[in-house]
């Protein structure tokens, strides 16, 4: 067998029990699930299991990271929009969401509606980073804070709601409608004192 082989086997355990984590986590909330859950449900041993995570939060993480690569290479192509257009990092997120519905109910759903804090972080950064090019370079950290935070609520807040209820709802409209609510009013609210008047 070559290494080749051996490498494209181990992809694809490891895809496996990822997957199965993400089905049972939006099942029934990641707590609940046990390592013997996402065995069963890969269809593999505990031993094989065992060979490629240390234990289930390993898996996790190791999800959550596949995931925030792929979000990240879709945010990419849009790096470069100006912050007079509208956040850059939205729109991706609610198409990467709209494409793999259940992976995301896995990681931000379940009964607790919990949000791993990588994710969360991550997309605090993103909201962080262009919100300085509005901020007047964020001097003003105490309104840059709470733009960021506001923002960041907002955002998983509608990301919820939408996977919870009608997905067909466009992820393009959904985007629309927070960048009109929540871009334009933050624009706004860190504008300097002379120009938000205007």
């Known amino acids: 067998m070559t290494a080749g082989s ?5 992809a694809r355990t490891r ?6 984590l993400l089905k049972l ?8 699930v ?3 859950d996402i065995c069963r449900e890969a269809d593999v041993g505990r031993s094989t299991f065992y060979t490629h995570y240390p ?9 959550i990271d596949e995931h925030m690569t792929s979000l990240q290479a879709r945010g990419a ?12 990092f939205s729109g991706p997120a609610f198409a990467h969401a709209h494409a793999t519905r259940e992976m995301h109910r896995g990681l931000m759903g379940g009964t607790k509606r919990e949000i791993p ?5 991550w997309i605090s950064a993103q909201i962080r980073r262009e919100l300085v090019g509005i901020a007047d ?6 309104r840059l804070e709470i733009a960021t935070r506001f923002v960041t609520g907002a955002f998983f807040e509608v990301m919820h709601w939408w996977l919870d209820g009608d997905t067909r709802f466009p992820p393009q409209e959904v985007d629309r409608v927070f960048q009109n609510l929540a871009f334009d009013g933050v624009r706004t609210a860190l504008a300097p004192p002379d120009d938000a008047g205007r």
């Open 6 to 10: 051996i490498d494209r086997r181990v």
């Open 15 to 20: 895809s496996r029990l990822q997957q199965a």
């Open 25 to 32: 986590a939006a099942e029934k909330g990641y707590g609940a």
């Open 34 to 36: 046990t390592v013997e």
């Open 55 to 63: 234990d289930k939060e390993c898996l996790r993480r190791a999800t």
């Open 77 to 88: 192509t849009r790096d470069s929009m100006q912050n007079t257009e509208g956040f850059s």
């Open 117 to 121: 804090k990588e994710i969360r972080d």
């Open 137 to 142: 370079g964020g001097k003003d950290g105490v």
